[in-house]
């Protein structure tokens, strides 16, 4: 375990003092999809540093995480990211393996390319190509896969575009980062023309480039992802998994995930990896629509995300397998299994905050929470919750009892 959260210089001084069998993985930042990759790595003996800009994160400390530090904010300095990076990977005696957990970091690793840092995902182009909704919309509509009705506004006038979608309707980025920098959200539900206008002259002045997309008729509890890892040589290992309860519901978070079965999802979703060229882990997110009776695409993550522990439980740790195939290493692939993942904390405070919603979770499965017994078992397992583990549950006990916050959007 991460006894403390250090400084960059103390971190390095105490990594020459250790000695690892075997390269160690480095994940930032070191919040609650953090953990639950330090956890799937640790799970096969790799040992994991968790880097971030704050020590208030759950990763740190874990007992998966060996070591955690401060590394300058990509944001803010990228050059000096690298440099923070590879001050760590020269105190090592492996090249250690990268595991970006937020879009920022992906750009970051991806972007500076640190050396003596192994990346086991695609190259910034390809991330970029994946990320920037134009070309992923693009991509889908040449493979005929469904998304919302989409109207990129650098090539259409806006109020045509609004013509034809109607209102409420929504407003979203090309590429995330930058409208999250400008705006604090990744979308923007606009209800009229005004409204409207006022979120595409903000963007058009910053030189962001936004779509206007209708609002999906969301059928609320039935949104899927396929969760996988793909190689460099093509092979996939994935999940299907149903975000079946979201805190706030409707449009949150994910707090409840359960495996599905969903061949054609999972086809449709394969087909653009394929078609981008794209390798590593990630997250192709769907909704049903109500209306045309089918799932259409909305966005693929190119990273780890809140419930990765999810396939991990179903018996696919795609951390582990890039983590293999960046050393070199091996990693039988098997079926997946049923699985359910839950986020206690925002689970809870659904229970507690809207009478009208009905609990999910069997007798069964709360007794083996709350004994720990689900450790030991497989089917049911948590995010950052694990009485064998109690640090990154104790922080965010703290954070919400008055402790210092940790901003994720996850």
Excluded at 31 to 43: D, E, F, K, M, Y
Excluded at 188 to 196: L, P
Excluded at 380 to 406: C, H, K, M, N, W
Aim: aromatic fraction near 10%; charged fraction near 25%.
């Amino acid at each position: 375990m991460s006894r403390q959260f250090t400084s960059i210089a103390d971190l390095c001084a105490t990594l020459e003092d250790r000695s690892f069998d075997r390269p160690p993985a480095i994940v930032s930042n070191a919040h609650i999809t953090g953990v639950s990759v330090a956890r799937a790595l640790a799970a096969h003996g790799v040992p994991v540093i968790a880097l971030d800009r704050t020590g208030d994160g759950v990763a740190p400390p874990s007992e998966a995480v060996v070591a955690a530090g401060e590394v300058t904010f990509p944001l803010d300095d990228p050059d000096g990211f690298r440099d923070d990076v590879e001050s760590v990977a020269a105190a090592l005696d492996h090249d250690p393996v990268a595991f970006p957990c937020m879009d920022e970091w992906v750009h970051a690793f991806a972007e500076t390319e640190p050396e003596g840092v192994r990346r086991p995902f695609a190259d910034r182009d390809v991330i970029a190509n994946v990320l920037d909704k134009e070309s992923l919309y693009a991509t889908a509509e040449e493979l005929g896969v469904p998304f919302p009705e989409t109207y990129r506004l650098s090539e259409v006038d806006p109020d045509g575009a609004a013509d034809q979608l109607g209102f409420p309707l929504v407003v979203k980025p090309a590429r995330k980062r930058e409208f999250e920098e400008l705006l604090g959200t990744n979308v923007v539900e606009v209800a009229d023309r005004e409204e409207f206008h006022d979120v595409v002259t903000e963007a058009d002045e910053a030189g962001v480039r936004v779509m206007a997309q209708e609002k999906v008729p969301v059928a609320t509890g039935e949104d899927r992802s396929l969760a996988s890892y793909r190689s460099p040589d093509g092979e996939v290992l994935s999940v299907v998994g149903n975000a079946r309860v979201r805190y706030p519901q409707g449009y949150g978070t994910s707090c409840v995930v359960d495996t599905v079965s969903d061949p054609e999802l999972e086809a449709d979703a394969r087909s653009i990896l394929e078609e981008s060229g794209y390798y590593g882990i990630s997250e192709a997110e769907f909704v049903y629509d109500r209306d045309r009776e089918e799932y259409v695409l909305l966005d693929v993550n190119t990273r780890p995300w809140k419930w990765i522990s999810m396939p991990v439980e179903a018996g696919a740790n795609l951390p582990y397998a890039a983590y293999a195939d960046a050393v070199g290493a091996e990693y039988e692939w098997t079926d997946p299994d049923n699985a359910r993942w839950i986020y206690l904390p925002d689970y809870l405070s659904l229970l507690a905050s809207t009478p009208s919603f009905r609990d999910v979770l069997s007798n069964e499965e709360w007794t083996a929470l709350l004994s720990g017994e689900f450790e030991s078992t497989r089917g049911l397992t948590t995010g950052v919750y694990r009485p064998s583990d109690p640090g990154p549950a104790l922080q965010i006990l703290e954070t919400e009892f008055g402790g210092p916050d940790y901003y994720c959007s996850c």
